[in-house]
């Protein structure tokens, strides 16, 4: 359970490490033939530091929103349902993990003017050497101070900051009503917020703000306490708007149903699991089915019309099971990811029999967020506290003629290692302590992480993105 950020160091809009230069424009990429770093495989001898590889995205920023957030999410809004040209414009909630209770907050930011560049998977580049050292003169003049790989003007990141009762353990916003937000705070409350006059107020304007000014006292729409234990559990359901359910560290389940501009919680809690509820997921097409994940390394499905036992529950890991994300492209299809750096995917139809379809090993620490892409219903993003975003494309298998004709076409310039899972699509790397990412559902192939350093937004270039016909 790699959940705490614990007595952090405050962000600052500064590098603070060298580490940090994996996301810098600055860096300068090697000549040489570059080599992928493998964390818990490759060692860094004595001056060596790690270089990204611009080209390798369409778009990557870092930025903070002040103390470091163990949670957030991507609020999602009006500018339309498909979006694929730049400049973008996302919006976010997040939840601070403050070195004093009375610090913390709920930011709701937005960040615009996010202009990038559209790749070729194979730069031209690498077959003219006049247009590569066009390319090195040019990387000079991009923005350093939050590492835009993709060259032009900085964005504008505007906050608002609510005042919040202790550390925020998860924060979610509502599908239906982006504005309502639900955080699970550490002392022990489940909450719920109306952050509609903020993100309005933030719509109206693209001018920063003072990113260190006032948080603002709110009082909040609902606030339980029946639970009796902290928790990090929370998730809205998607297909009945309001509907929410909360677990917590004591094995406890409990269900909100909406009642016009409130909610009752119903008092007995569902149980079944032997340690502390670690994450939850609804069903995306079922209204009254949910899935649960726990230290005690089993997934469970529970069915809110069938008593407070869960329908079927089975041992989905040797370890804890952190992690869990329902597929709402594939909805037999559920992704969980474990504290042994392990995650797997199963198929619910056969879950009565073998239903794991595919199992991971790649990464060398606990599994701290897994989720499956918005748009393309065989991908998924998975972060580490071994500092890796990874992205999967679980359709892919591997195809020697077609690896030696791409390394004919790049000259040898790819020095990747051979024992990569042919699933493996991309490695963001240059995070401390990756804690959670989101896809935005809006934005195809963008993702956003957050971290004991800050927030990313990132891009990759080889995200291939099947986008539904106007047809459909």
Not at 1 to 30: C, F, Q
Not at 393 to 416: G, I, T, Y
């Amino acid at each position: 359970m790699p959940r705490s950020l614990k007595n952090p160091k405050k962000s600052k809009k500064k590098n603070r490490s060298s580490k940090k230069e994996d996301a810098s424009p600055s860096s300068v990429v090697p000549s040489a033939p570059a080599k992928v770093w493998q964390p818990g495989v490759d060692e860094m001898e004595e001056g060596e530091e790690l270089q990204f590889d611009p080209s390798a995205y369409n778009y990557l920023r870092g930025f903070n929103i002040g103390w470091p957030c163990l949670s957030f999410d991507v609020v999602q809004d009006s500018l339309g349902l498909v979006r694929t040209e730049f400049p973008h414009t996302l919006y976010g909630v997040a939840g601070t993990q403050a070195d004093q209770q009375s610090a913390n907050y709920i930011g709701i930011f937005k960040l615009s003017k996010i202009t990038g560049k559209k790749r070729d998977l194979v730069p031209s580049s690498l077959n003219n050497d006049e247009e590569m050292e066009d390319d090195d003169s040019s990387s000079s003049d991009e923005d350093e101070d939050m590492g835009d790989a993709a060259g032009g003007n900085a964005p504008v990141l505007q906050i608002k900051k609510v005042a919040h009762q202790g550390c925020v353990n998860r924060i979610r916003s509502m599908t239906q009503k982006p504005h309502i937000c639900a955080t699970w705070g550490d002392t022990g409350f489940v909450q719920v917020w109306d952050f509609s006059s903020h993100l309005n107020s933030l719509a109206e304007s693209d001018a920063p703000n003072n990113r260190d000014g006032t948080v603002i006292k709110q009082t909040p729409i609902m606030k339980f306490g029946g639970h009796k234990d902290e928790g990090y559990a929370i998730d809205w359901s998607p297909v009945v708007p309001g509907r929410l359910i909360s677990g917590d560290c004591n094995k406890c389940i409990h269900l909100w149903e909406p009642t016009g501009d409130s909610w009752k919680v119903d008092s007995t809690p569902f149980t079944g699991h032997d340690a502390s509820v670690e994450d939850l997921q609804w069903s995306p097409t079922e209204a009254n089915i949910f899935a649960s994940s726990s230290v005690d390394g089993k997934i469970a499905i529970w069915d809110t019309r069938e008593g407070k036992k869960p329908k079927f529950i089975f041992k989905a890991h040797d370890a804890d099971v952190n992690v869990i994300s329902w597929n709402r492209l594939a909805s037999c299809m559920i992704a969980s990811g474990s504290d042994d750096g392990s995650f797997s995917i199963r198929d619910l139809r056969e879950i009565k029999d073998d239903s794991l379809v595919a199992h991971f090993k790649y990464h060398k620490k606990p599994i701290t967020s897994v989720e499956w892409s918005p748009h393309e219903a065989s991908t998924l993003a998975v972060s580490s506290d071994d500092h890796q975003l990874t992205i999967w494309d679980l359709s892919l298998e591997r195809d020697k003629e077609e690896e030696a004709e791409f390394k004919a076409k790049v000259k040898e310039q790819v020095n990747a290692p051979e024992d990569l899972p042919p699933q493996l699509l991309f490695v963001h790397q240059g995070q401390k302590d990756l804690k959670e990412l989101h896809w935005h559902p809006q934005i195809p192939g963008m993702i956003i992480s957050t971290a004991a350093d800050g927030f990313n937004v990132l891009m990759p270039t080889n995200i291939d993105v099947t986008l539904p016909s106007a047809s459909s």
